[in-house]
């Protein structure tokens, strides 16, 4: 098969650099494509993809933007590739990424995967910790892999394998964002194509965000769950809730610490510095164990409040989510 990397860019082309680069340092012996699709960016980068034109085989389009997942549908309709690898512009990868994807493939094919994400040694200190909050099995990282079997993976767009055959089939992602990965996973699965987690296929995603970037990302994350689940009940789960769950039962255990029981709380408290004890010896850094405990808290309260808020309008009130929540929908 020939493989063809999709990747949409806003404002990003340090970012676009860097990934590019990765990709021609692949351990790969066969020929691959790369699109890379300008989503009506301000700060374009064209001339750095102009300094890969000798390097790599790649194809570079600039549009109005419509958010990334059209541009993602933009980008595979040009393609001429089988298999298609869409990438988010702030990923670097091993150069065996596309070894470990070909050899997956290979060994149990899937017309939809999705890979891990890591982080380099030369990330900065909050993206550490962002990344041990979004994959760590003392978190939503852990809830989502525990609820998640391999062979029932709901793949995350940031690295994702999606074959010509399927994107034509389902017309790719839709206008939700975020939220268009499940979306996309689970009218997959109703066309009877199956998904799977491949492990060792991963990158290593920068998520160049600061704190108030990273609250305003999840809060999104915590207002498309109720939407999904709207729309697709069938494929709603308990772990879902669990983020808000936790916000709100520390909210009551405060509230019974004010009768005089503090287990409720204490609980918390042990739980919080296990986060920061593994966080600590997993990064070899006091200093990242803490920011952890800032990533934990921020993503939690950030999912939570955005659930809670979701739930009461779209599955409580019935209320439409284009008119609850225009900023989760792009108009293509």
């Given at each position: 098969?020939?493989?063809?990397?999709?990747?949409?860019v806003?404002?990003?082309?340090?970012?676009?650099?860097?990934?590019?680069?990765?990709?021609?340092?692949?351990?790969?012996?066969r020929?691959?494509?790369?699109?890379?699709v300008?989503?009506g960016?301000?700060?374009?980068?064209?001339?750095?993809?102009?300094?890969?034109?000798e390097?790599?085989?790649?194809?570079?389009?600039f549009?109005?933007?419509?958010?990334?997942?059209?541009?993602?549908?933009?980008?595979?309709?040009?393609?001429?590739?089988?298999?298609?690898?869409?990438?988010?512009?702030?990923?670097?990868?091993?150069?065996?990424?596309?070894?470990?994807?070909?050899?997956?493939?290979?060994?149990?094919?899937?017309?939809?995967?999705?890979?891990?994400?890591?982080?380099?040694?030369?990330?900065?200190?909050?993206?550490?910790?962002?990344n041990?909050?979004?994959?760590?099995?003392?978190?939503?990282?852990?809830?989502?892999?525990?609820?998640?079997?391999i062979?029932?993976?709901?793949?995350?767009?940031?690295?994702?394998g999606?074959?010509?055959?399927?994107?034509?089939?389902?017309?790719?992602?839709?206008?939700?964002h975020p939220?268009?990965?499940?979306?996309?996973?689970?009218?997959?699965?109703?066309?009877?194509?199956?998904?799977?987690?491949?492990?060792?296929?991963?990158?290593?995603?920068?998520?160049?965000?600061?704190?108030?970037?990273?609250?305003?990302?999840?809060?999104?994350?915590?207002?498309?769950r109720?939407?999904?689940?709207?729309?697709?009940?069938?494929?709603?789960?308990?772990t879902?809730?669990?983020?808000?769950?936790?916000?709100l039962?520390f909210?009551?255990?405060?509230?019974?610490?004010?009768?005089?029981?503090?287990?409720?709380?204490?609980?918390?408290?042990?739980?919080?510095?296990?986060i920061?004890?593994?966080?600590?010896?997993?990064?070899k850094?006091?200093?990242?164990?803490?920011?952890?405990?800032?990533?934990?808290?921020?993503?939690?309260?950030?999912?939570?409040?955005?659930?809670?808020?979701?739930?009461w309008n779209?599955?409580?009130?019935k209320?439409?989510?284009?008119?609850?929540f225009p900023?989760l929908?792009?108009?293509?």
């Open positions: 098969m020939k493989f063809s990397f999709i990747i949409p806003y404002n990003r082309p340090d970012e676009i650099d860097e990934l590019l680069q990765s990709l021609v340092l692949q351990k790969y012996n020929a691959f494509e790369v699109v890379v300008e989503d960016s301000t700060v374009p980068c064209q001339h750095i993809i102009e300094q890969y034109q390097k790599l085989t790649i194809s570079y389009y549009k109005e933007n419509s958010g990334p997942g059209d541009s993602r549908n933009f980008g595979m309709r040009k393609a001429q590739g089988d298999y298609f690898l869409i990438l988010d512009s702030d990923c670097i990868l091993p150069p065996d990424y596309l070894s470990e994807a070909e050899k997956a493939l290979e060994l149990n094919y899937v017309d939809c995967f999705g890979g891990p994400d890591k982080a380099l040694d030369s990330f900065s200190d909050i993206q550490k910790a962002i041990f909050s979004m994959t760590s099995f003392l978190t939503t990282g852990g809830i989502r892999g525990g609820s998640e079997k062979d029932k993976f709901q793949p995350r767009s940031f690295n994702m999606l074959s010509k055959k399927a994107f034509e089939a389902s017309q790719g992602y839709g206008n939700i939220g268009e990965d499940p979306d996309l996973s689970i009218r997959l699965w109703k066309m009877n194509f199956e998904t799977r987690l491949f492990p060792n296929a991963y990158v290593y995603h920068k998520r160049r965000i600061d704190w108030s970037k990273f609250y305003k990302q999840v809060n999104k994350f915590g207002k498309a109720p939407i999904l689940d709207s729309w697709y009940p069938e494929y709603s789960k308990l879902f809730f669990f983020p808000t769950l936790l916000l039962g909210i009551g255990s405060i509230l019974f610490l004010l009768f005089g029981i503090g287990i409720f709380l204490a609980l918390y408290g042990l739980y919080f510095l296990a920061f004890i593994v966080s600590t010896l997993q990064n850094s006091l200093k990242i164990g803490f920011f952890s405990l800032v990533a934990v808290a921020t993503q939690f309260y950030g999912y939570g409040t955005g659930f809670l808020k979701s739930f779209i599955k409580l009130l209320k439409k989510p284009q008119e609850v900023e929908f792009f108009k293509n």
